[in-house]
């Protein structure tokens, strides 16, 4: 991507306000724009994060044998009626048609959607077990939105729902779907996630996980061991807890973003939509389900909060809208620089080339230090600068990777000086 | 994909009620799930069609150098106050928060986001043109939502917005979207799109042109000439038309699908929002748009429509969901099948595999005649089948086409009949 096709810039707006790191960032360094609280524009290195992320989230649910399907954002107000929920959920946007006195709700959720979908395809036990999942937008009306992408009124996630004929089976996937998160999340650059404990919340009466990651901008407090893996939301504790109760180390208490959450639904939608299935023995049964969910977009806002250093974003290479950016620091654009960028795409290298005329040097490297681009070229000869010392958002990453990386975008450097010198 | 592991089946329903072709086998070939009038959830094999069609569309306009973004649904009533749209859209779905008596309305186009969002980023003449371009949901509270996915309360649209610094600019651009859109529809099998002269509609009070294709299920009527280009709504139509203004050939009407439309906007939202660009003067002038719609949900439909036969939808192998769709005529399955079915896959071609334990041969064969999938394999020992004589919808491909995969499929067999022999 040229910089002179592209409307990526620093935003210097002294007036803005942010009330958290990813928030400031993001906007800041072009990656989202806000249209009003709790409501973005996502620009282009922006979509092409959440690319990235959903290609991981894909490939991961795919492997479970997960089938996506898109279901749609205005769901009739009677669906929410025969749930139960229209009234018990108070997150929800209600609207009406002109037409016909119709009442609507936008969708916060899909097992309205979802669990009538079910009845047409499960019949006997041999329909199950069945997982369905969709990568769409979600709406709350929200309270108070806050911390930029963090809590929207509209955002992206990932919800998955599963169907099967026992709770020992139902229990198995949820298992498989826990152990599926992880790995999702440590391809993006989240190791430490903690598997929480809560409540079932608006959507469940039974118990739930929620993955959460420690930072101060998070929203709900957790009480978590420091030794083994327990971790409880602060909502379900009990109140004696003095030390872990699953290896009686000390416990510790923090601030964190809920990424994502699984849920047990028993037979609670089932029952509502009758949705049943045929066992082998021809008796009839109700289907068990689960609901798994992730935040896309929070969970950009996460990978932020986590992976930034005083010059701003260190995006993981995974997830990194570029591989490298390149900077031309003369005043005009030289074939050299074009050949350069072209020779690195031809590489297979994603790249973001700021061939831009009108712009100093000094913006130039400002941008290359704030936006997070896991790698910027060595000085080469003079027309190419970055200074090394100064790249340290590379600090982040292990050292294999920018080693690799480093040698592969370093010999193109130099086959190009003597391919450009020798030609001339 | 493995149908045993899919969800997809001919649903035979017979209280079921369509009012277009493309309506019944969409939904009779689990394409998609009809929630309510006007409102549907795609299924895994109609997400792929779109798949297919969003990533040409992607490439023909990031070859017009459009960048791709994602703005919000909800937007805040202000904005569309600000355009005077507010009052003069009948379309729109409003809603309130509960908070603080906030409204909002549901996108049904984003000129009141994208034009704010461009007067950050085009201060001068160095900043233009520029384009902008999303693939995402678009809301129209419609009277009358009909013909299945045609006319959608809820539809999937490519939305695209440009910015020039005169007429002269936005005038080219045009005629260069105007053909990257007739590339796109040839590309995914709509070879006979009449560029028809329009009205401004809602979105315009300058004229547009609406890309248009001709069949019964259509909600436009228009006029065209047979023999030339040549072609107009047919409420633009000047009453005394008797023969083609342009080659004075006479002219017919017939009911056409609008598969999407191109306004002039001209610098009436500039002026709304004070979008203004510094010309090389130092004088400060309003900025000219364009904005070019594609409805993609309402394109699958258009291609039902023109794409089937007495069999079912025959679509064309562009945008497929598989390339070819094999079946298991035997009550078990078989190594054999599973081979054959790794080995296509291996090779680059995807498969539907039929390897349903349960359903009778006739269903399956049923299933592959309706559900269009290009090429369904010959018959093979006494293993595989599907007459190649009942195999009417390849005739809708070229023969070229059609000679070369046979080829391919066909050795691949051979050689894995052979394999099998030896192995066993």
Redesign the interface.
């Known amino acids: 991507m040229r910089l002179s ?3 990526i ?1 620093v ?1 210097q707006d002294k007036d803005l306000e942010f009330d958290s790191i990813s928030h400031e960032l993001l906007v800041r360094t072009g990656y989202v ?1 806000q ?2 609280s709790g ?6 290195p ?2 092409r994060v ?1 690319e990235k992320i959903e290609k991981i989230i894909r490939e991961e649910l795919d492997a479970l ?1 997960s ?10 107000a009677s669906l929410w009626q025969q749930s139960g929920r229209w009234d018990s959920v ?1 997150v929800l ?3 009406k ?3 016909g006195d119709k009442d609507y709700v ?1 969708g916060a959720s899909h097992e309205e ?1 979802v669990t ?2 079910a009845t ?2 499960i019949k006997s036990y ?1 329909d199950l077990p ?1 997982s ?1 999942y969709q990568i769409g ?1 979600k ?1 709350r ?4 939105a806050k911390s930029g992408v963090l809590r929207g ?2 955002f992206r996630m990932k919800d998955m729902y599963s169907f099967h004929d026992s709770q020992e089976d139902l229990d198995r996937y949820y298992q498989k779907v826990k152990e599926a998160y992880l790995q999702i999340f440590r391809r993006i650059g989240l190791d430490d996630v903690k598997v929480t404990e809560a409540s079932g919340g608006d959507f469940s009466k039974k118990h739930s996980h929620e993955f959460t990651v420690l930072t101060p901008a998070g929203e709900v407090e957790i009480v978590y061991c420091e030794s083994c893996s327990f971790a409880q939301n602060h909502e379900v504790v009990s109140k004696a807890l003095e030390s872990c109760p699953d290896c009686g180390d000390s416990v510790k208490t923090g601030k964190a973003i809920e990424i994502a959450n699984i849920f047990d639904l028993g037979t609670s939608f089932s029952k509502n939509f009758e949705l049943t299935y045929t066992n082998d023995k021809g008796t009839n049964k109700p289907v068990y389900m689960g609901c798994y969910g992730i935040g896309i977009t929070r969970l950009v806002g996460a990978v932020v909060e986590l992976h930034n250093d005083d010059e701003g974003i260190a995006w993981p290479e995974s997830v990194a809208p570029y591989h490298v950016h390149l900077a031309n620091l003369t005043a005009k654009t030289t074939p050299f620089g074009d050949l350069v960028y072209r020779t690195l795409q031809a590489e297979g290298i994603t790249v973001l080339y700021d061939d831009r005329e ?1 712009v100093s040097p000094g913006e130039k490297i400002d941008s290359i230090r704030s936006d997070g681009t896991p790698a910027a070229p060595d000085r080469v000869g003079a027309q190419w600068g970055y200074d090394r010392a100064q790249r340290t958002q590379w600090r982040t990453y292990p050292q294999a990777t920018l080693a690799r990386r480093s040698y592969k975008a370093k010999r193109i450097f130099l086959e190009l000086i003597w391919g450009f010198v020798y030609l001339r």
Chains 1, 2 share one sequence.
């Open positions: 096709k592209d409307i810039k935003i724009d249209v009003a409501i973005y524009t996502w620009l282009t922006g979509l959440i044998g089938l996506e399907i898109a279901m749609p954002s205005l769901h009739p108070d946007y209600k609207l048609s002109r037409y936008l959607i009538p979908l047409k395809y041999r069945l369905l937008t709406y009306d929200e309270a108070r009124m509209e009108q």
